[in-house]
T-cell receptor, first 111, second 113 residues
Framework: DAKTTQPPSMDCAEGRAANLPCNHS???????VYWYRQIHSQGPQYIIH???NNETNEMASLIITEDRKSSTLILPHATLRDTAVYYC????????????FGQGTELSVKP | ETGVTQTPRHLVMGMTNKKSLKCEQH?????MYWYKQSAKKPLELMFV???????ENNSVPSRFSPECPNSSHLFLHLHTLQPEDSALYLC????????????FGNGTRLTVT
């Protein structure tokens, strides 16, 4: 099972890009990387996922290194509402795509 | 709106009470999950249902009893809980295909007195 490692906390100025790193050095070739975020007292919200190509949607961009051992979630213009805990997860597919959450990165966007 | 609705949003119960948490999804998903989130801790997976069959029970005490009567509904029946069971209980649904994200409800905040 691929384990992920994230910094416990980060700060970002409002309006600037927030770059959240994640290490997943044991990921295997067919495992996806998923990103979720959890705003205080709400359920986790799906953001984006990818396999090996960079991905972009209306919320964020996901950059995956060529060796797939790490990735970066980019929020291009962070707002105060992006303050949340961000989780990088590699689902356990041999157990039905089970998500095991770690501590995540607590992102604080400051004015 | 996430497509997954949990009720009630808040629940206070005594240790001798029996209560149930409800989760409902109309996203056409075939798997449903219960997670527990205690203060300052990561989410812990409790139960997994796939096609209405329980496929995982992560050593959860028997005072928590899940029920999945159909693919759209999931319940967590609670009885004789302890104060340390106070937590945010989150329901999620998904499609057990290869790369389908889970959708979470906003949880039930449970306080056991």
């Amino acid at each position: 099972d691929a384990k992920t490692t994230q910094p416990p906390s980060m700060d970002c100025a409002e309006g600037r890009a927030a770059n959240l790193p994640c290490n997943h050095s044991t990921i295997s070739g067919n495992e996806y990387v998923y990103w979720y975020r959890q705003i205080h007292s709400q359920g986790p919200q799906y953001i984006i996922h990818g396999l090996k190509n960079n991905e972009t949607n209306e919320m964020a961009s996901l950059i995956i290194t060529e060796d797939r051992k790490s990735s970066t979630l980019i929020l291009p213009h962070a707002t105060l509402r992006d303050t949340a805990v961000y989780y990088c997860i590699v689902p356990i597919y041999n157990q039905g795509g089970k998500l095991i959450f770690g501590q995540g990165t607590e992102l604080s966007v400051k004015p | 709106e996430t497509g997954v609705t949990q009720t009630p949003r808040h629940l206070v119960m005594g240790m001798t009470n029996k209560k149930s948490l409800k989760c409902e999804q109309h996203l056409g998903h075939n798997a449903m999950y219960w997670y527990k989130q205690s203060a300052k801790k990561p989410l812990e997976l409790m139960f997994v249902y796939s096609l209405e069959e329980r496929v995982e029970n992560n050593s959860v005490p028997s005072r928590f009893s899940p029920e999945c009567p159909n693919s759209s509904h999931l319940f967590l029946h609670l009885h004789t809980l302890q104060p340390e069971d106070s937590a945010l209980y989150l329901c999620a649904s998904g499609d057990r295909s290869y790369n389908s994200p889970l959708h979470f409800g906003n949880g039930t905040r449970l306080t056991v007195t």
